[in-house]
């Protein structure tokens, strides 16, 4: 005779709610999203210390570039208290003299009602409020959160985040082993073409001399 939402349906529910509000608003908009340094110098992270993503995303992140100061702030990132300390962790960065070049905001897969306190809709302002670019990265490829939505870059994963935020070393210096072997090439070319033009120079003179 009747259905009523439970669990996971009535929380989708209000996160399809709270996404009309804030899309109409212009927190979703493309031309708000900003450019992020590549490679950052500085990173303000935002994660659990004790989740597989915040070691994930350190590995990745030191694995293909390393050298970056990472400022952390460790958060719960599921639970009744997490949107409060998400958000305070995000206004905390903004609010220092020097600020990091990028704000990581990451956590692991999960249920709906895990990733529940990235769609609310304090994340969500801090995340679209901040000062210092954003990088978002909630759960796996499938999820997607109200906070991601909001950032200057979505990544799929914690792992992707760090992917997306500094090059492979390894291709690099592939390519700079490449660069180095053309520029070789083309200074020992010169110097061959400027070494005929002297021999030629060096005849005419002698020959203009002898004259």
């Known amino acids: 005779q009747s259905i009523t939402p439970s669990g996971e349906g009535s929380i989708r529910r209000a996160a399809d709610l709270l996404a009309l509000k804030l899309s109409k608003e212009g927190l979703f908009d493309i031309n708000r999203k900003r450019q992020i340094k590549h490679p950052p110098e500085t990173i303000g992270l935002i994660a659990s210390k004790q989740s597989a993503a915040y070691a994930d995303f350190i590995k990745i992140l030191n694995a293909r570039w390393g050298g970056i100061t990472i400022d952390f702030i460790d958060v719960q990132v599921q639970g009744e208290i997490a949107p409060s300390q998400i958000s305070a962790a995000i206004q905390q960065f903004n609010s220092?003299?020097?600020?990091?070049?990028?704000?990581?905001?990451?956590?692991?897969?999960?249920?709906?009602?895990?990733?529940?306190?990235?769609?609310?809709?304090?994340?969500?302002?801090?995340?679209?409020?901040?000062?210092?670019?954003?990088?978002?990265?909630?759960?796996?490829?499938?999820?997607?959160?109200?906070?991601?939505?909001?950032?200057?870059?979505?990544?799929?994963?914690p792992s992707?985040?760090?992917?997306?935020?500094?090059?492979?070393?390894?291709?690099?210096?592939?390519?700079?082993?490449?660069?180095?072997?053309?520029?070789?090439?083309?200074?020992?070319?010169?110097?061959?073409?400027?070494?005929?033009?002297?021999?030629?120079?060096?005849?005419?003179?002698?020959?203009?001399?002898?004259?």
């Open 96 to 157: 220092i003299a020097i600020q990091p070049d990028v704000l990581v905001l990451i956590r692991g897969g999960g249920s709906t009602e895990d990733l529940a306190a990235f769609s609310t809709e304090l994340v969500t302002r801090a995340v679209a409020a901040s000062r210092i670019p954003t990088v978002v990265a909630i759960g796996h490829e499938i999820d997607v959160s109200l906070a991601e939505m909001a950032s200057d870059l979505h990544a799929s994963t």
């Open 160 to 211: 992707n985040a760090a992917e997306l935020l500094v090059p492979d070393k390894k291709v690099i210096g592939k390519d700079l082993i490449r660069m180095r072997t053309t520029i070789t090439d083309i200074i020992q070319s010169l110097i061959l073409k400027n070494s005929n033009s002297l021999e030629e120079y060096k005849r005419i003179l002698i020959q203009e001399i002898e004259n």
